[in-house]
């Protein structure tokens, strides 16, 4: 009969922790993805006036929600870790390219905290993957097509 060392018990743990943070930080990330699509896509006056303020048409607001909403489909969805590949670049430049938006029209700096734990989301997100959820996971499937949750 074998016998489960506290080492393994520890590693067991660090797993578990690893997978509930990644879970945590995505669900996270996938939630403002989803609200923040649904309010650009219907341009609510508190997105819109911010977008103004910033230099740029409303109607670029439509195509960065359906972007968003996207991205998170792409995220919560198991399999097809290229395409979450894409997803997690994807939203790494929306939000960058908004925080890079208000440092350079020095407009509405308030929101320079949230775009940035938002970008520290992302990081965690992808940084915490489980295996198959990479591209070349340990599924023995193809890395370019769906693979395994």
């Given at each position: 009969m074998a016998t489960?060392?506290?080492?393994?018990?520890?590693?067991?743990?660090?797993?578990?922790?690893?997978?509930?943070?990644?879970?945590?930080?995505?669900?996270?990330?996938?939630?403002?993805?989803?609200?923040?699509?649904?309010?650009?896509?219907?341009?609510?006056?508190?997105?819109?006036?911010?977008?103004?303020?910033l230099g740029y048409p409303t109607y670029f607001l439509v195509l960065l929600g359906i972007w968003k909403l996207l991205g998170a489909a792409a995220l919560l969805v198991p399999r097809f870790p290229l395409l979450?590949?894409?997803?997690?670049?994807?939203?790494?430049?929306v939000f960058s390219g908004a925080i890079?938006?208000?440092?350079?029209?020095?407009?509405?700096?308030h929101e320079l905290g949230f775009l940035f734990v938002v970008l520290v989301l992302i990081a965690a997100s992808w940084a915490l993957r489980p295996p198959t959820r990479r591209v070349g996971g340990s599924t023995g499937g193809p890395t370019s097509g769906p693979v395994a949750p």
């Open positions: 489960v060392t506290s080492s393994q018990t520890r590693s067991a743990r660090a797993v578990r922790a690893k997978l509930v943070t990644y879970w945590i930080a995505t669900g996270l990330l996938a939630a403002e993805l989803v609200l923040g699509g649904i309010w650009d896509i219907l341009r609510i006056p508190l997105v819109r006036d911010v977008v103004s303020h979450k590949e894409w997803a997690y670049a994807g939203v790494f430049f890079v938006s208000h440092l350079t029209t020095g407009k509405n700096l």
